[in-house]
């Protein structure tokens, strides 16, 4: 297993995917089942090759290669969607719908991305309901999630809201939400 992953790496961070599919395809044929860490991998050079569909065509054959669904790897594939260069922003909720569905708990790099997908498609009112909703279910938003939210803020011309936003959640203190309220406050 660990040579497999190995050469999954090495093919998927040169973008070499028919090579990958052909390793896939022998582990299936060895029954040497593919680690969280591989198909985390195999989902990532889908990402990097900007084929977010595909990274979500192999994710519904996870099964096929011994590998169970965990939050960590619905995380990549969302990741994954969002790095699409067309809008899969539909698919995205549709996966974390299943993602719940399947009884498994986003942590904070799940919210983060799913902040990223608003603010990506100007949904900035959804997006600082995600905080909120984010402390309620016990997941405490990072700086990541602050300066996304008020970053897009800034960017569409809200900069006094984007400075209520990071008053109301404490982030006024965050380096990276700082920087982005200067942007914006230059921007304007």
């Known amino acids: 297993p660990l040579t497999y992953h190995v050469m999954i790496e090495k ?8 090579a990958l599919h052909y390793i896939l395809h022998q582990m299936k044929i060895e029954r040497i089942p593919c680690s969280q860490d591989s198909f985390i991998c195999v989902l990532n050079s889908y990402k990097n090759s900007g084929l977010g569909d595909r990274a979500l065509k192999m994710f519904y054959r996870i099964k096929e290669f011994g590998c169970k669904p965990t939050v960590k790897i619905y995380n990549h594939l969302l990741d994954a969607l969002l790095g699409e260069s067309g809008n899969k922003f539909h698919m995205i909720g549709a996966v974390y719908e299943n ?10 790099f799940t919210y983060n991305v799913l902040l990223k997908a608003l603010c990506k498609n100007g949904k900035l009112d959804g997006a600082c309901k995600l905080l909120v909703e984010m402390s309620k279910r016990g997941c405490v938003p990072d700086g990541v999630s602050y300066t996304t939210v ?9 900069v006094e809201e984007a400075r209520e ?24």
């Open 11 to 18: 093919l998927g961070r040169n973008s070499e995917l028919d």
């Open 99 to 108: 993602m719940r569905g399947e009884g498994m708990e986003p942590n904070v």
């Open 150 to 158: 008020v970053a897009a803020m800034c960017e569409d011309g809200r």
């Open 165 to 188: 936003v990071a008053r109301r959640f404490g982030a006024e203190g965050v380096v990276s939400v700082c920087n982005a309220l200067i942007c914006g406050l230059c921007r304007e």
